[in-house]
């Protein structure tokens, strides 16, 4: 055996085996030590509380591994060769093994740790965003049951209904056992129970409104939690149950006006309801951040939709009465403008049937004048004569002012004489002056011009009757008349404040002063003489036979050519003034051609009678003929008189000059007559004159007359002076229209 040549196999050296396991030990152990550490730092890192128990028994396992190498490393015996090499070779694995899993778990653990926060951090944030999709999920299912509400709470504007179909709906949304609403009483100081969505008459209960959960609810904007116990929430019947969660929330009652049920007052401060909820009963259910919302939001909307209700009633209470007050005023309307047709009918008519027998008189009594009379019949004659004019005068008073109140007078204007004027009136007042032996003088301004436009008829109206005012009023003494341009400084009078001229270049304020040397007036009775009919106790006295329109029509004329009126007097026994300014127009050219205008006054000019002139006069009124034609036979006329239309168009011809006609005859008028008289006369210098000789003073009649180629109007009453001027007129300017 000894001698053998076997080749032995060529193992390290036992020395060298040793070696190796003692450096395997010491890095196994190395290894296990490390691992705890680098488990440590991941615990430490790691917030999962199952697996931190887990990896804490880990780290203990490795520790103790760890401490049995190590105390190997003073307890090795010697083994056989193969045992060593195969417990070297398993050392040495288990080192490298030992030290690549410590080695990988550098770089693992970090990775592990990250991968485990972003997988903390994911499931934060889809736990978050879980939630804001539920808060979404939640505004959008309260947005629409606001939506639905909403338009179920203003489908209608009675606030009745409003009231009652937000409890309903309400009570629907949210699964309420019940649901109340609490008004104000008119007092103030209690709240009734108005509405329930369970009982059908819930009026009659009442709590009073100072109570401390009632004053929390109204003092809060949100909607709050309340005892199923308090006076509000104990509406519901007594029995053996768990009461659910009540909240009640205010609403608020803007500015309600006679929104009154059962006494709910006139609500001019801000003042609220309360809404009560209430959960079923015997139920876990509670109510939710979104479910008191959607009640505060309705409560708000139920706020608007009452204010809204209110407007539309208020606005509907305002039609109906303004449609009551103009059907009242429409009806007012129409009897005021029957009562004025009534009366411009009744004056028209009046008019008309008065002018006709003051036709007569006048007529007949000038040509009484022209005869032999004794004086003291002359006197008669002339007596009546003045009365007759008188009475005329007080007719077309009447009449015009009528038209100045209803407004239906318009001013004539139209370039005329200013000086005739006065001239005209001083020639009609001497007369009247001579009797009573009173001086009247005219003064006329050398700045005055001598043309003027504006309504001749009624300026000289105006002066004559300030005039015939001042002689009718005065028993002796003087009458002063004095006419002028009206300066700027004279235009403002601190004694009529009203008064407000305004200069231009193409007009003037004609200023007329009357002065009388009378009785006077007292100061405090001088406003009462513009007044229609108006007797103050001073012109009692006066031996005047009364008062009449012609200060207040006065008035009136002057108004309307934009001028202004007043009376100045010291006091009784201290004469008196009246003074009137008004607004004329300056004519563009002194000589501009106008119509002929029916002299005022008897002219000395012309013919004084018209032998063999044929005239012909057209008048159902036997009596207005006979005046007429005794009128133009005493001035010569060869007169043919007819009572109809037909009868007149039968007779005119050509021989016929002149054809006086009234226009208000039965059948065909006297428009349609001139019409077929035109027709029938193509030719000018053949046709006939055609005045219409009527007691119509409208102005519609004028026109009417123009418009059917009449060649003149004279109204009715007519003198012998007046047929005399009328016909000279006539046949010289073949027109004449006399101003209405």
């Known amino acids: 055996m000894d001698s053998c040549n076997c080749i032995e196999p060529q193992w390290p050296p036992d020395d060298l085996l040793m070696k190796y396991q003692y450096i395997s030990d010491f890095f196994i152990a190395l290894a296990y030590f490390s691992i705890p550490l680098e488990l440590i730092y991941f615990v430490k890192k790691s917030a999962v509380f199952p697996y931190r128990w887990v990896l804490v028994q880990f780290g203990a396992f490795i520790v103790l591994c760890g401490a049995t190498h190590l105390i190997n490393l003073w307890t090795f015996t010697m083994h056989t060769r193969t045992v060593a090499m195969v417990m070297t070779t398993a050392k040495v694995f288990t080192a490298v093994v030992s030290c690549a899993t410590a080695l990988m778990l550098v770089h693992i653990i970090p990775d592990l740790l990250s991968v485990k926060t972003r997988e903390l951090f994911l499931k934060n944030k889809a736990a978050e965003l879980d939630r804001e999709m539920g808060l979404i999920r939640t505004q959008e299912e309260t947005g629409r049951h606001v939506r639905m509400l909403t338009h179920e709470i203003r489908s209608t504007l009675d606030r009745h209904t409003i009231l009652k179909t937000t409890l309903v709906e309400l009570g629907r949304t949210l699964a309420l056992e019940e649901c109340a609403l609490w008004m104000p009483t008119r007092t103030g100081l209690e709240l009734q129970l108005s509405y329930t969505l369970r009982q059908q008459n819930p009026v009659g209960y009442t709590v009073p409104i100072h109570l401390p959960v009632i004053n929390q609810v109204f003092s809060s904007s949100h909607a709050v939690k309340i005892s199923p116990n308090c006076p509000v929430a104990r509406i519901r019947p007594a029995g053996k149950y768990m009461p659910g ?12 006006s006679n929104f009154q049920i059962n006494d709910w007052p006139e609500l001019s401060t801000k003042r609220y309801a309360l809404m009560v909820l209430m959960l079923p009963s015997d139920s876990a259910r509670q109510w939710h951040v979104h479910e008191l919302e959607l009640v505060e939001v309705v409560a708000d909307q139920v706020a608007v939709a009452l204010s809204h209700a209110a407007i539309l009633e208020e606005s509907m209470r305002a039609r109906d009465l303004l449609m009551e007050q103009n059907v009242a005023l429409d009806l007012a309307r129409r009897e005021a403008e029957t009562a004025i047709r009534a009366r411009n009918d009744f004056l028209a008519v009046m008019n008309h049937e008065m002018r006709t027998p003051m036709h007569a008189i006048i007529a007949l009594s000038s040509l009484l004048q022209e005869t032999e009379l004794t004086p003291e019949q002359r006197l008669m004659v002339e007596t009546i004569l003045k009365s007759s004019n008188l009475l005329s005068t007080l007719i077309n008073d009447v009449l015009d002012l009528s038209r100045l109140e209803d407004g239906s007078l318009q001013l004539d204007l139209g370039t005329f004489n200013l000086f005739a004027v006065f001239r005209e009136v001083l020639n009609l007042i001497k007369p009247i002056a001579s009797v009573k032996k009173l001086h009247v003088s005219l003064n006329l301004a050398p700045d005055l011009p001598e043309y003027a436009i504006g309504d001749e008829k009624h300026l000289m109206q105006t002066i004559l009757n300030v005039v015939g005012n001042a002689v009718k009023f005065s028993k002796e003494g003087s009458i002063s008349i004095t006419a002028i341009v009206a300066k700027s400084e004279l235009l403002r009078d601190s004694r009529t404040p009203e008064f407000f001229p305004v200069p231009s270049d193409n007009h003037f304020y004609l200023r007329v002063q009357v002065k009388e040397s009378g009785v006077g007036i007292s100061p405090q009775d001088i406003p009462k003489l513009f007044t229609k009919f108006a007797q103050t106790q001073s012109m009692a006295t006066r031996n005047s036979g009364g008062s009449g329109l012609g200060l207040a029509i006065c008035k009136r004329f002057v108004n309307l050519m934009e001028g202004h009126i007043w009376i100045e007097s010291d006091g009784l026994g201290k004469g ?55 009128l133009l036979v005493h001035l010569g006329c060869d007169v043919t008189m007819v009572s109809s239309s037909e009868e007149c168009l039968h007779v005119v011809s050509h021989e016929h000059k002149v054809v006086f006609m009234d226009v208000c005859v039965p059948g065909m008028d006297g428009y349609e007559v001139a019409i077929r008289i035109n027709e029938k006369f193509t030719k000018r210098h053949e046709r006939p004159i055609i005045v219409a000789l009527t007691g119509n003073t409208d102005k519609v009649t004028k026109e009417n007359c123009m418009r059917v180629g009449m060649d003149g109007v004279i109204l009715k009453p007519v003198s012998l002076d007046k047929m005399r001027s009328v ?13 209405i």
């Open 576 to 630: 008196c003034t009246a003074i009137f300014m008004v607004k004329l127009g300056i004519p563009e050219r002194l000589n501009e051609p106008k119509l002929p205008l029916m002299p005022k006054v008897p002219t000395n000019h012309g013919p004084t009678a018209f032998p063999g002139l044929k005239v012909l006069v057209m008048d159902e009124n036997g009596v207005s003929r006979m005046v007429t034609k005794g």
């Open 245 to 256: 969660e009540v909240v009640a929330v205010r609403v608020p009652l803007l500015h309600l």
């Open 727 to 739: 016909l000279t007129d006539l046949l010289e300017h073949r027109v004449l229209f006399e101003a």
